[in-house]
């Protein structure tokens, strides 16, 4: 697999996290906000809350600042990585436009396996049947069949008689993660 597919896997998982949507729209909303405001704001416990917001940090979704003892947390400014500069805007407008965090974990979901991404790839260089999806990936019938359920749920994935088929998601957020999943 490659390092992208593996970015992509691990920033999916750890957006697929309420607790990390909570403190993540927490920091859009209030933006500077330190371990223990954060915490308190979210009705977690700081442990908790610092160790979630390493997850969102090493992800680049947001920034750590020192002042003297305390950690703050902001939004990241300007993403230098391309995964953080599609989805940053993508995850604002579903705090903006009041999107549950189970239909976000559910559309993250679709992308935390590099076999899915590797499914959603073969589809979108070519509609394939599902013998062809197993030569090209290698999978076994019943791995395959997981996967093809898991993007046909999260409606990344269509048939049309003995082909599958790449589908456009209906969600902002969807879309940007099939755009990186196939990049």
Same mark, same amino acid.
């Given at each position: 697999?490659?390092?992208? #597919?593996?970015? /992509?896997?691990?920033?999916?998982?750890?957006?697929?996290?309420?607790?990390?949507? #909570?403190?993540?729209? =927490? /920091? %859009?909303?209030?933006?500077?906000?330190?371990?223990?405001?954060?915490?308190?704001?979210?009705?977690?416990?700081?442990?908790?809350?610092?160790?979630?917001?390493?997850?969102?940090?090493?992800?680049?979704?947001?920034?750590? &600042?020192?002042?003297? *003892?305390? /950690?703050?947390?902001?939004?990241?400014?300007?993403?230098?990585?391309?995964? +953080?500069?599609?989805?940053?805007? =993508?995850?604002?407008?579903?705090?903006?436009?009041?999107?549950?965090?189970? @239909?976000? /974990?559910?559309? =993250?979901?679709?992308?935390?396996?590099?076999?899915?991404?590797?499914?959603?790839?073969? *589809?979108?260089?070519?509609?394939? &049947?599902?013998?062809?999806?197993?030569?090209?990936?290698?999978? &076994?019938?019943?791995?395959?069949?997981?996967?093809?359920?898991?993007? %046909?749920?999260? @409606?990344?994935?269509?048939? #049309?008689?003995?082909?599958?088929?790449?589908?456009?998601?209906?969600?902002?957020?969807?879309?940007?993660?099939?755009?990186? +999943?196939?990049?």
């Amino acid at each position: 697999m490659s390092t992208h #597919q593996t970015a /992509i896997t691990r920033i999916c998982r750890t957006l697929a996290h309420s607790t990390r949507l #909570q403190l993540l729209w =927490a /920091i %859009f909303e209030d933006g500077d906000l330190c371990v223990r405001d954060l915490a308190l704001q979210t009705g977690i416990s700081a442990p908790n809350a610092s160790n979630q917001l390493q997850a969102l940090s090493e992800k680049e979704l947001i920034i750590p &600042t020192r002042d003297k *003892l305390k /950690i703050f947390y902001q939004p990241v400014k300007r993403p230098e990585t391309l995964c +953080a500069k599609a989805l940053l805007p =993508a995850l604002k407008d579903c705090q903006d436009n009041d999107v549950s965090f189970k @239909k976000i /974990i559910h559309e =993250a979901t679709a992308f935390t396996h590099e076999r899915r991404i590797q499914v959603v790839r073969c *589809l979108a260089a070519s509609d394939e &049947t599902f013998g062809s999806l197993i030569k090209k990936t290698g999978m &076994t019938t019943p791995s395959l069949n997981r996967h093809l359920k898991k993007l %046909f749920d999260r @409606k990344v994935v269509q048939k #049309q008689g003995k082909v599958y088929q790449l589908q456009q998601p209906g969600s902002m957020l969807a879309r940007c993660l099939l755009k990186l +999943a196939v990049q």
